[in-house]
């Protein structure tokens, strides 16, 4: 059940994030809760627009996302925080390279196939309660006609071109807490090369 709750959070998030593409005004991203916000309010032109072709060709919702998910994430913070300190740090640059196109290789195409289940579910943000340095968190829920609401907390850090985000926690379990999880495992019977052989060998 937990693991539905962080699909069905990712699919209406990530079907937000494909929206952009489909508008001319650039996304606040000055601004966590407007650059949210305003993503979310796109999500059923990126629903309209895609939605006859998703089951048929997944390589369409693989294209979009890395056009439209990508530029939002902060995906170096995210590799580096999914593995321990120390197989990151004793990674070398072209290591870390690979690891993080493979990592978002991973996130895209693990909830891909739940992009089809999207039904009636709307985004609903909360105001931001201060702020610790460069990072923030902002609450939201995923609400349904169906279900119960699903609470979702996106956390965003501050860089040179506005607010990116780095992971999200689905009734309080977090997105690279689980990849870790599962990456741990992995590392456990091996090293860096281990990890990144067994990741080459999905694709």
Known sequence: ????????????????????????????TGDPVLLLQYIANNMIAGLKANKATLKTKPSVVYNLAYKYVVPYANLAEMSKRVLPPRIWNNATPAQRQQFQQLFTK?????????????????VR???????AGGTVEVQSQIVSSQNQPINVTYRLMRTSSGWRLYDMSVEGVSMLSSFRAQFSDILSQGDMNTLLNRLSGRY
């Open 1 to 28: 059940m937990q693991k539905n709750k962080i699909v069905i959070a990712f699919l209406v998030f990530l079907f937000s994030w494909l929206a952009v593409g489909n508008t001319v005004q650039a996304a606040p």
């Open 106 to 122: 991973t996130v895209i195409r693990t909830y891909a196939s739940a992009l089809t289940n999207y039904q009636d579910q709307t």
């Open 125 to 131: 943000f909360f105001p931001v309660r201060g702020s």
